[in-house]
């Protein structure tokens, strides 16, 4: 058997495994059919105030005054309750919870964030909610979280952001939102985000950004928006992300990547348009990305032509990456000095 035949039967038989067996035992999870215990016969509260209850029968968080006895768990800073049973999240169950700081619910069964749920929780810095069924983000949810600096809504079935929700999440500067149904980027959506640093949004199936989507993120640096169903992207949309220095966007269905008005990214370093079908990026486009020196086109159709003249000028792009199957092309620019190599390679990506 080829090598080539051994490597495709091997990813052949992971995706059957991943698409198989976990669902099996998501469908076990917390019904009669599995025999959900703790990894410990209660929750453990460490000595640094963190409480764990992960792998649980938990369908809501426990009353601190009733998981021990003698004591009280009311003082907990950060409470881990991931791969167990929650259903949901309320205001009710956590206002004991005042001094709380971290809190992570990944991998239960919640599909509703009931407005109100955290107003009792000033202090939280971090919320990680991911690997849940959350279809439903009410109004106010967050209310309150003014402190709150990342907050992990990954792998869930949000279908659509209403800015609305991150009204009082001034002081954010993490989102995760990778890995959802996401279709439509409104105007507005992430305007209360003013210290946003980073931003997810891949591996969704956003095919539409509005103008003003990203209004108010100018402390944003990076922006992922790989995996989606892009077939356009005018950097103009991007006019408010002054800061930005990273820009991702591989594996969407780009054929025109372009940047019509007369912004310039002064601190944008890198951008990935891998395994995309851009055909042509403009001297004007590159022109006006000064700090550019990651420029990453690998697998786009044929080779993504730039022109020879203007990457001889262009002092600080170091690395450009257009493969194809059959070959590539390295372009090396140091000072006022370009080094093209063609290299022959056999690529199985």
């Known amino acids: 058997m080829s090598k080539m035949n051994r490597v495709e039967l091997l990813v ?3 995706g059957m495994c991943n698409a198989i067996y976990p669902e099996t035992i998501e469908q076990k999870k917390c019904t009669t059919d599995e025999r959900r215990t703790m990894l410990y016969p209660e929750c453990m509260q460490g000595s640094n105030l963190v409480l764990w209850c ?6 809501r968080i426990p009353d601190p005054d009733k998981i021990y006895l003698a004591k009280s768990c009311r003082n907990t800073e950060k409470i881990f309750i991931n791969d167990s049973c929650l259903r949901e999240i309320t205001k009710e169950q956590l206002e ?9 619910c990944g991998w239960n069964k919640i599909q509703i964030l009931q407005g109100g749920a955290f107003c009792k929780n000033e202090k939280l810095r971090e919320i990680n909610l991911m690997r849940n069924y959350i279809t439903q983000i009410e109004k106010e949810s967050f209310s309150g979280l003014h402190q709150l600096d990342s907050l992990y809504l990954s792998s869930n079935l949000l279908a659509e952001i209403e800015g609305s929700i991150f009204s ?4 954010l500067k993490r989102l995760y939102l990778d890995n959802n149904v996401i279709k439509r980027l409104k105007n507005g959506t992430f305007n209360h985000l003013r210290r946003l640093r980073i931003l997810d949004l891949s591996r969704n199936a956003i095919n539409v950004i509005e103008e003003g989507a990203f209004k108010g993120l100018r402390k944003l640096e990076t922006l992922h928006l790989d995996e989606n169903r892009l077939v356009e992207f005018d950097m103009t949309i991007l006019e408010s992300l002054c800061n930005l220095e990273r820009l991702t966007l591989y594996y969407n269905n780009l054929r025109y990547f372009s940047l019509s008005s007369n912004i310039s990214f002064k601190y944008l370093h890198t951008i990935d348009l891998s395994y995309n079908h851009v055909q042509f990026l403009s001297d004007s486009l590159l022109k006006k990305l000064p700090d550019l020196e990651v420029l990453k086109l690998k697998r786009n159709n044929n080779e993504t032509s730039t022109k020879r003249p ?3 000028k262009q002092s600080r792009l170091y690395y450009a990456e257009m493969k194809s199957l059959s070959h590539c ?3 090396h620019s140091k000072g006022a000095f370009a080094f093209i190599v063609w290299l022959v390679t056999i690529d199985l990506m």
């Open 12 to 14: 052949l038989w992971l």
């Open 54 to 59: 992960d792998h649980s029968s938990y369908t």
């Open 96 to 104: 004991k919870y005042k001094d709380i700081e971290v809190l992570h």
């Open 168 to 171: 009082s999440l001034e002081n």
């Open 310 to 312: 203007y990457v001889r």
């Open 329 to 331: 092309v390295t372009i």
